[in-house]
Nanobody
Framework: QVQLVESGGGLVQAGGSLRLSCAAS???????MGWYRQAPGKQRELVAR???????NYADSVKGRFTISRDNANNTVYLQMNSLKPEDTAVYYC??????????WGKGTLVTVSS
């Protein structure tokens, strides 16, 4: 089993930047890793994803502003968030999934963007 721990959330003004980290308790080499978010009253949505072979995809709402990356040697995934907007306010969750319907979630980190 892999445990995921997110960090790096906080309060930032609109236009600012944050870098989220997701530290895994085991190897992420074979996992597709993703960042999801859930705003109050809304469903959880995919923000960015990076596959085990480093193919990335992003939600349209964050393209050009957010960058996902992975460090397999340190079992960590990052989400660099620039030009933050109030609508980016949400709890951000790290996700790891691989073949065989194996999937893990972190507990989330809160990002609040003030206007």
């Amino acid at each position: 089993q892999v445990q995921l721990v997110e960090s790096g959330g906080g309060l930032v003004q609109a236009g600012g930047s944050l870098r989220l980290s997701c530290a895994a308790s085991g190897s992420i080499l074979l996992y597709n890793m993703g960042w999801y978010r859930q705003a109050p009253g809304k469903q959880r949505e995919l923000v960015a994803r990076i596959t085990s072979i480093t193919i990335t995809n992003y939600a349209d709402s964050v393209k050009g502003r957010f960058t996902i990356s992975r460090d397999n040697a340190n079992n960590t995934v990052y989400l660099q968030m620039n030009s933050l907007k109030p609508e980016d306010t949400a709890v951000y969750y790290c996700n790891a999934e691989r073949w065989g319907n194996v999937e893990y979630w972190g507990k989330g980190t809160l990002v609040t963007v003030s206007s």
